[in-house]
């Protein structure tokens, strides 16, 4: 997140980045070492469980709402919700499902399953949106929040259902499901969204307020990231880890490339779903899979296979689309 973000501006108005002598290469040195910090902070005890489990919260209850109300309250809800948009959206992540159904046919349930939902569940809230922000700027964090939100009406669903059907887990499914209508970021991109369209003004010092917050999504977000990250489980799994990571970071973004080109929407709205799509395998897998019956081992290192890997594959992307 940079200095021009929390500058407001009038419907509709695009705010870029400022700060324009920092080069993408810097941009993402800083981003990796983040989570390094976080991932030697927990290692070596300054980041405790509880504490890290803290950290996140203030992430995902006030930062990144934050971010997401402060990026999409003022915009034009008609160009940021397309038809285009959400057929593109549901279209890549079912084309990556079967393509990962494919490549995970064989072994055991508790693996397939898991590798299965981590080749197309990204970490789009703690990693993606603050990253299109940082990167991208403002105008294209405003569409990375509307792709947050549809497309985890879409993976979060499917990742419950693929999980309970394959490892034949006896689970509450109602209650995992009724959790994405109580997701704290979702509420607030409603919440934005209807001030939006609604046409309300925000008062220029709470919008302020929240750009400022909206700073502190990344670094913190990746620090938390950082912290949650286990080298484990290599034994037997280094073939499937592979697979899950070349379909997360590399055929999911390329894809989104594909399909949002030949829908021929904005260049900004088609590199933003490129770089969310590009996000590593989300965090909250290991905790799906830990409660449905998946190998949780086996996630937590896909997790931070693909988080390693996404920092390089998002960089070149990056570059390849400036």
Not at 266 to 291: C, H, I, K, L, N
Request: glycine share 10%.
């Amino acid at each position: 997140m940079t200095d021009g973000d929390a500058c407001p501006n009038p419907k509709g108005e695009a705010r870029e980045p400022t700060g324009s002598g920092v080069t993408l290469a810097e941009r993402f040195a800083f981003m990796f070492a983040l989570v390094v910090l976080g991932l030697l902070a927990r290692r070596g005890g300054a980041l405790t469980g509880p504490r890290n489990e803290r950290l996140g919260q203030l992430a995902f209850y006030v930062l990144l709402p934050a971010l997401v109300f402060s990026s999409t309250h003022d915009r034009d809800l008609e160009a940021l919700l397309s038809v285009e948009l959400v057929v593109g959206l549901v279209a890549v992540i079912a084309s990556l499902l079967a393509l990962a159904w494919v490549a995970n046919r064989h072994g055991a349930d508790d693996r397939r399953s898991v590798a299965l939902v981590q080749s197309y569940h990204g970490n789009l809230g703690y990693f993606g949106v603050p990253v299109v922000a940082a990167t991208l700027g403002a105008s294209a964090a405003a569409t990375a929040s509307v792709v947050l939100g549809v497309a985890a009406l879409v993976q979060i669903p499917i990742t419950i259902l693929v999980l309970v059907t394959i490892n034949d887990a006896d689970a509450a499914v109602a209650g995992e499901l009724r959790s994405v209508a109580t997701n704290p970021i979702l509420l607030t991109l409603a919440a934005s969204l209807a001030v939006a369209s609604l046409d309300v003004t925000v008062p220029t010092t709470v919008d302020a307020g929240l750009a400022s917050l909206s700073a502190l999504a990344l670094p913190v977000a990746l620090v938390a990231v950082g912290g949650s990250l286990r080298a484990t489980g290599y034994g037997g799994s280094v073939g499937r880890t592979g697979r899950v990571v070349a379909l997360k970071v590399l055929v999911m973004p390329v894809l989104a490339w594909l399909v949002f080109t030949t829908l021929a929407v904005d260049p900004v709205v088609r590199d933003t779903v490129v770089v969310m799509f590009g996000a590593p395998t989300a965090v909250s897998t290991y905790v799906y899979a830990t409660e449905l019956g998946g190998d949780a081992t086996f996630a937590s290192l896909n997790v931070f296979a693909t988080t390693l890997a996404a920092l390089g594959t998002l960089f070149v992307f990056l570059r390849f689309l400036a």
